[in-house]
T-cell receptor, first 113, second 114 residues
Framework: DGGITQSPKYLFRKEGQNVTLSCEQN?????MYWYRQDPGQGLRLIYY???????QKGDIAEGYSVSREKKESFPLTVTSAQKNPTAFYLC????????????FGEGSRLTVL | AQSVTQLDSQVPVFEEAPVELRCNYS??????LFWYVQYPNQGLQLLLK??????LVKGINGFEAEFNKSQTSFHLRKPSVHISDTAEYFC????????????FGTGTSLTVIP
């Protein structure tokens, strides 16, 4: 079945360590996104990419980095510069046409100790 | 940029009662509108969407929503809720001119009381 796979589901890290969250899709979607979700704040856009080897900052990109070397993959690295990294991270994808809704992965919960 | 307002952060409702979750957006330009549902520790699942045509949109699990352009609203309704409807609901807007930019509300937590 087609879909978006995020891994790991749960991740614990010590403060000051970089962590990378994986996102893979087999929907043949052009666009991919990373959102951060905190209680009571909804979804905030971190980065998005519309084509391979190109990506744009979202509203809260500081302390995060991404790459898009393949159409199917859009990993997110949470760096030690991110001041409050504990959160639920959601990856999504969509077709580029203007009628495309977002399809979401199951999310990754990062806890920094 | 758009802003999306979900007027109620928490909505408790008794089982089999009707419910309405409210959503307003800021811009009057042409938009696409979406409602998503999220169960604990899961991703978001599309409930329904409005792209064009009839202003009354029917979705999964018996939900429907009505697009009101003059009031810039897209309220979600269900005539009779079930325990399984307990979840977080998000309204989202996408400008037609920038189809890949999505704006989300802060969510409404629906709790169905037995």
């Amino acid at each position: 079945d087609g879909g978006i796979t995020q891994s790991p589901k749960y991740l614990f890290r010590k403060e000051g360590q970089n962590v990378t969250l994986s996102c893979e899709q087999n929907l043949n979607h052009d666009a991919m996104y990373w959102y951060r979700q905190d209680p009571g704040q909804g979804l905030r856009l971190i980065y998005y990419s519309q084509i391979v080897n190109d990506f744009q900052k979202g509203d809260i990109a500081e302390g995060y980095s991404v790459s898009r070397e393949k159409k199917e993959s859009f990993p997110l690295t949470v760096t030690s510069a991110q001041k409050n990294p504990t959160a639920f991270y959601l990856c999504a994808s969509s077709v580029l046409a203007n009628t495309g809704e977002l399809f979401f992965g199951e999310g990754s919960r990062l806890t920094v100790l | 940029a758009q802003s999306v307002t979900q007027l109620d952060s928490q909505v408790p409702v008794f089982e089999e009662a009707p419910v309405e979750l409210r959503c307003n957006y800021s811009s009057s330009v042409s938009v696409y509108l979406f409602w998503y549902v999220q169960y604990p520790n899961q991703g978001l699942q599309l409930l329904l969407k409005y792209l064009s045509g009839s202003t009354l949109v029917k979705g999964i699990n018996g939900f429907e929503a009505e697009f009101n352009k003059s009031q810039t609203s897209f309220h979600l309704r269900k005539p009779s809720v079930h325990i399984s409807d307990t979840a977080e609901y998000f309204c989202a807007v996408s400008d037609r001119g920038t189809g890949n930019q999505f704006y989300f509300g802060t969510g409404t937590s629906l709790t169905v009381i037995p």
